[in-house]
């Protein structure tokens, strides 16, 4: 087989997350990063790379992309914005990362290096799979989710557009709705409402909306408002 050499691609997102990935892709051969593109910072540059608009004249059909947008709903919104455009939205699992043979790993996903992915597990598209991440047997991911780093899934249905924070546990039992966001080195290991924030050992389950949860970051969670009670 002739090598081809590294294939080109462009990264979408020229924040955190799009500077990790570009991290990964700098060791690894079978990838060439040419440009960033990110409407908020169009015009500037990183990693002595341009960063562009989403202008049909800047993203054309064919071209090779990666999605690195950390806000999972605003990654929803950018894919279905962009569809018209025909673009190849490509995985990426790192090297260094371990994924059982028959996993199942859906377009436009990002497994980081380290990450460990059994083989009956299920992820669906444009999920983000932070550093040391794992997820055991059993396991579905929705769509459009990110879990971060050290997160641990097993046994677990996570719905879409979820947010696993660092070091967070889902154990078997936990069933996740749409739109959750557990928070750093939560324990969870029950079914957990759509829209909820969750944090602490045992958890807390709050309303999502309430007072003091402008956002779907975990600044917030200190408060303590709307909590809704174990079922």
């Known amino acids: 087989m002739i ?20 991290d990964c ?24 790379l341009p960063i562009l608009g989403t202008g049909p004249d800047q993203l054309k ?3 090779s992309v990666f999605m690195a947008l950390g806000d999972p709903s605003v990654r929803r919104a ?25 996993a199942k790993i859906g377009e436009g996903s990002i497994v980081l290096c380290q990450a460990v992915i059994a083989s009956s597990v299920v ?9 040391g991440s794992q997820i055991g047997g059993g396991s579905t991911i929705g769509a459009f989710s990110s ?21 967070s546990l889902c154990s078997t039992g936990a069933r996740l709705g749409n739109r ?18 969750v944090i602490g050992n045992p958890a807390r389950v709050f309303a999502r909306g309430a007072p003091g ?9 200190s408060a303590v408002p709307n909590e809704i009670p174990d079922e």
Request: glycine share 14%; net charge neutral.
């Open 213 to 221: 949860f402008a956002s779907r970051t975990t600044r917030g969670l």
């Open 147 to 167: 879990v971060l780093s050290g997160a641990f899934v097993t046994g677990s249905v996570i719905g879409e557009e979820c947010i696993l924070g660092l070091r």
């Open 25 to 48: 892709l700098a060791g690894d051969d079978r990838w060439v990063c040419t440009a960033f593109h990110d409407d908020g910072k169009a015009g500037q540059t990183l990693y002595g």
């Open 123 to 131: 992820i669906d598209p444009f999920t983000w799979c932070g550093t």
């Open 180 to 197: 959750v966001t557990v928070g750093p080195a939560t324990v969870l290991h029950r079914p957990i409402p759509e829209g909820a924030f």
């Open 3 to 22: 090598n081809s050499g590294p294939k080109e691609v462009v990264i979408f997102g020229a924040g955190a997350l799009g500077a990790i990935l570009y």
């Open 78 to 102: 950018v894919v279905e914005r962009l569809r018209p455009r025909d673009l190849v939205w490509e995985i990426f699992v790192d090297r260094r990362s371990m994924v059982g043979p028959n």
């Open 61 to 63: 059909a064919g071209q």
